[in-house]
């Protein structure tokens, strides 16, 4: 595949995060960062793209080449002509250490794991579940499902850069989700963005609080040392719940929707 193909499989699938973007617009040498209005986890989305149209695994230790438009056509044109070069799953960490029990302060009780690809239904009956309100703060815009790249995305991380923990509990004989927290490391940095949603009934009960601890809790386990987090500037219950955490808010005076939450871990 010459460079060209590439450049083309690249600008697509910049174009299927950001349908807005006006591709022709680009300057190939410039920082798409400043070009490309997308957060951590689009970008990831970028690099998840790129497998799935060009089946090549960019190794996390290249994330930091991947600044230009011209970078990645660079990066991704020497991964594919390294040898033995071939598509494959990011390896993970040992999962089962990360396997906890909670009780909570309401007397129920949790399991908190790591998501995986087999979870894609009972993440999508999770989020089907969830009022209307609370799906509204989760992901800031107005749905009743997950779309199939979406449901994708959450369940199949790679438990390395993007990590993913649900809380459920088990009723008759059936594992339920009750609750989910993730962050995503934003590429060459030791900075993540996380984003957490608990069931309406069960917001309250603790859960919350649980989820974000163990949650940080891998997060310095792996080096990690900021935390951010994008609110809607009216969801006053999780700005009060971030302060509780240690989390510092910030408003940016061109956005009135949404606040910027930090914390050093």
């Known amino acids: 595949m010459d460079s060209t193909e590439i450049r083309v499989a690249v600008l697509e699938t910049l174009k299927s995060i950001a349908p807005e973007l006006d591709v022709g617009c680009l300057k190939p040498d410039q920082p798409l960062r400043h070009q490309v209005d997308l957060d951590s986890m689009d970008w990831l989305n970028v690099i998840a793209g790129l497998h799935e149209k060009l089946h090549v695994d960019i190794a996390e230790s290249d994330y930091g080449r991947l600044s230009t438009l011209d970078a990645i056509v660079a990066c ?80 199949e991380v790679d438990y390395e850069h993007h990590m993913a923990l649900v809380a459920t509990e088990t009723r008759d004989g059936k594992e339920v989700e009750v609750g989910v927290a993730r962050y995503v490391i934003a590429p060459a940095t030791t900075r993540c963005e996380f984003a957490i949603a608990v069931d309406d009934a069960w917001q309250g009960s603790g859960l919350a609080g649980s989820l974000m601890a163990d949650l940080m809790d891998i997060a310095r386990d792996r080096g990690v040392t900021e935390m951010e987090g994008f609110v809607l500037a009216v969801n006053h219950k999780m700005l009060k ?4 955490l240690g989390f510092s808010l910030h408003r940016d005076p061109d956005d009135r929707e949404t606040v910027h939450v930090v914390r050093t871990l």
């Open 241 to 244: 719940f971030a302060r509780q």
């Open 76 to 155: 991704v044109a020497s991964t594919l002509s390294a040898p033995g070069a071939r598509a494959g799953h990011m390896v993970g960490t040992d999962l089962a250490k990360f396997i906890r029990t909670h009780k909570l302060l309401d007397g129920r009780q949790v399991c908190v794991r790591p998501i995986h690809a087999e979870d894609a239904q009972m993440e999508a009956d999770f989020v089907r579940h969830l009022s209307r309100d609370s799906r509204y703060e989760r992901f800031m815009v107005s749905m009743n499902e997950l779309p199939p790249a979406k449901l994708k995305y959450l369940t």
